[in-house]
Nanobody
Framework: QVQLVESGGGLVQAGGSLRLSCAAS????????MGWFRQPPGKEREFVAA????????YYAESVKGRFTISRDNAKNMVYLQMNSLKPEDTAIYYC????????????WGQGTQVTVSS
């Protein structure tokens, strides 16, 4: 059983910053590739960032490059998304995901945390 729980969402002004956290629990969660996704109001869920478990390779959606940073602490089974220079279009529910294959199918999901960026 793998469980993911996001936290850290909230309301922030454009140009501000937030750090999202994802706590993972389960027998082999430290070996999962992890990612962040988001679902803006009325839209489909989209990829934001990913990080591999073995070498900490990272990959970002073009829309967040240079502004967001994904990181992980395997000893604590935690994944983070540092979001800087936030824009109103970043408003969405943010989800943490876990995958056994980097940049491929995600098998585990958290419940999401709301991020709202005001203009």
């Amino acid at each position: 059983q793998v469980q993911l729980v996001e936290s850290g969402g909230g309301l922030v002004q454009a140009g501000g910053s937030l750090r999202l956290s994802c706590a993972a629990s389960g027998r082999t969660v430290s070996r999962l590739h992890m990612g962040w996704f988001r679902q803006p109001p009325g839209k489909e869920r989209e990829f934001v960032a990913a990080i591999s478990w073995s070498t900490n390779n990272t990959y970002y959606a073009e829309s967040v490059k240079g502004r967001f940073t994904i990181s992980r602490d395997n000893a604590k089974n935690m994944v983070y998304l540092q979001m800087n220079s936030l824009k109103p279009e970043d408003t969405a529910i943010y989800y943490c995901g876990g995958s056994w294959d980097y940049l491929k199918k995600y098998d585990y999901w958290g419940q999401g945390t709301q991020v709202t960026v005001s203009s």
